[in-house]
T-cell receptor, first 114, second 115 residues
Framework: GENVGLHLPTLSVQEGDNSIINCAYSNSASDYFIWYKQESGKGPQFIIDIRSNMDKRQGQRVTVLLNKTVKHLSLQIAATQPGDSAVYFCAENRVDTGRRALTFGSGTRLQVQP | ETGVTQTPRHLVMGMTNKKSLKCEQHLGHNAMYWYKQSAKKPLELMFVYSLEERVENNSVPSRFSPECPNSSHLFLHLHTLQPEDSALYLC??????????????FGQGTRLTVV
């Protein structure tokens, strides 16, 4: 697949466990962050977003934490299921360059063992 | 389905061919994007169109030529490509013509192989 050549960090968890996927961003001026999930053969799919005026946001089975002090973003998935197996990307909007599009990280592969 | 449709899903072309990728969004968005996803690099932004006007061209070679005839359609015209251009080409759309602060919806992508 399109991510095979990249040496993606891989997180392997047992079904039912909680997963935590981490992402570091570089631009302290970024004010909007998104987590995407990409399954094999598909485009990235929105999971959850967070703005810089928040440090936590919860969705269904997912929580995003933002630590602006250390420029760190994490995605927590509760009760991980086999269907959660995918590559997860964090993306940021880097406002300093006036960019009108998201900048993506290289991704983390999540493998859920049944 | 995300409301963003890309065709074709797969394309094999020779280095002397001319082909076009098509993207259509049914979400009423006014910004559209082309991204390239290859085996060796993460998602790379190629072009941004906002209100049918190109607002960003991210140092993409001229053998890639985008076209946005209206806010619902986006094309990527390809000619004299190189094997290293083989990748998954993703189209996305979002609402808002200013600094992007809303989620982007992606299509399934066109897997391009240049032989």
């Amino acid at each position: 697949g399109e991510n095979v050549g990249l040496h993606l960090p891989t997180l392997s968890v047992q079904e039912g466990d909680n997963s935590i996927i981490n992402c570091a961003y570089s631009n302290s001026a970024s004010d909007y962050f998104i987590w995407y999930k990409q399954e094999s053969g598909k485009g990235p799919q929105f999971i959850i977003d967070i703005r810089s005026n928040m440090d936590k946001r919860q969705g269904q089975r997912v929580t995003v934490l933002l630590n602006k002090t250390v420029k760190h973003l994490s995605l927590q998935i509760a009760a991980t299921q086999p269907g959660d197996s995918a590559v997860y990307f964090c993306a940021e909007n880097r406002v300093d360059t006036g960019r009108r599009a998201l900048t993506f990280g290289s991704g983390t592969r999540l493998q859920v063992q049944p | 389905e995300t409301g963003v449709t890309q065709t074709p899903r797969h394309l094999v072309m020779g280095m002397t061919n001319k082909k076009s990728l098509k993207c259509e969004q049914h979400l009423g968005h006014n910004a559209m994007y082309w991204y390239k996803q290859s085996a060796k690099k993460p998602l790379e932004l190629m072009f941004v169109y906002s209100l049918e006007e190109r607002v960003e061209n991210n140092s993409v070679p001229s053998r890639f030529s985008p076209e946005c005839p209206n806010s619902s359609h986006l094309f990527l015209h390809l000619h004299t490509l190189q094997p290293e251009d083989s990748a998954l080409y993703l189209c996305a759309s979002s609402q808002g013509s200013g600094i992007m602060n809303t989620e982007a919806f992606f299509g399934q992508g066109t897997r391009l192989t240049v032989v």
